[in-house]
């Protein structure tokens, strides 16, 4: 397997004879050794934090392409469950980590990619088992959101709220506006998941972040039991998909793979409070990266995020689509970055986060 992995042509160079006859050994050494999980020493992770910090958001201010990777080591090291979260199906990288299914795998990253780096063989399963992909929220977006809009309203002082702070890319991306720079940030991210809030402490803890409040409790609970005297200048989140990515069967979860009692029942138990939760905080801008999906059916997400914001009063605010260009499949030819458009009609392969402002 050492020999294998992350070395050039390792694969690619073999007949298809001698690879197939080494491909059941490669794929049980993979299934006994487990999923390849990424680990990085800490002059890594500093200069993977040093690189986010550096990153400029003034130039093509609501773009960023999948490329832009700026401070996802640091969100890999610590979120070690990543590779467990199932889709609506119960499958995930951790339960497709066999035998047949990493045979698949290396067929299909020996046919794209000259070499079979560890993080590709991840990928390749995916792509082979059906599994579709798990999205961190890139740090650098959350870093451009939160640097236009403090800067529209000439904001030194911020407040950050994400009621769904996940992997933590929104955490580091919108603390990295106040690490020696004029603009002072105070991020408050609430999760359920305990394994995701430990994690995000760590990082917390790793990066020496300060203002910053982490709550472990459903969003929907947290912001009822806010302080109403609280005040916060910016929500921004990406709250669950429905039952596209299940994160654990932990009871404080919006929806698990044991409690799948419907869409519009978790609209109302968890979207719509949590919406309503977020306005009545006096948020200025409400900020949400969703998009329609398609599981074991189609779910109109963004569609019902906007209409619950319009049943409170409130719209999207022209011009302000910050849009992440995704990763492709491999053997997908790139698309042309285009500009930042008004429109909710987002591609497959793009990520985007809508601003919503209180109608005048």
Partial sequence: ???????????????????????????????????LYETYSDSEIQKDWALLLKKDVTTNPFNISATEV????????????????????????????????????LRFNRAQHSTP??????RSLSFANGLGKVTMYRPLMAKKVVSYLANKDGLTDVRVLDVCAGWGGRMIGAKSMDKGGALKVHYTGIDPCAKTYEALRAIRDELELTNVTLINKPAEVALQEMDPGATYDIALTSPPYYNLEIYSDEPTQSVSSSELDGYQTWLNKFLSPVIAG????????SCWSVKNFKT????????????????????????AVFTMANSRRPGQKAQPTQKAQPSTESKKTEECTYVFVRTT
């Fill in 1 to 35: 397997m050492d020999a294998i992995l992350n070395r050039k042509h390792a694969l690619s160079s073999l007949t298809d004879a001698e690879f197939e006859a080494m491909l059941p050994q490669l794929a049980a050494e993979l299934e006994s050794h487990g999923v």
């Fill in 70 to 105: 700026a401070g996802m080591k640091v969100l890999r090291k610590h979120m070690r469950h990543f590779h467990a979260v199932r889709n609506y199906k119960g499958h995930s990288v951790e339960s497709r980590w066999t035998q047949p299914c990493l045979e698949k795998a």
């Fill in 117 to 122: 780096y560890a993080s590709e063989i991840i």
């Fill in 278 to 285: 977020i306005i009545g905080l006096g948020v200025k801008y």
């Fill in 296 to 319: 074991d059916k189609k779910y109109d997400l963004l569609d019902d995020v906007i209409r619950i914001h319009g049943e409170h009063g409130w719209r999207l605010l022209d011009g």
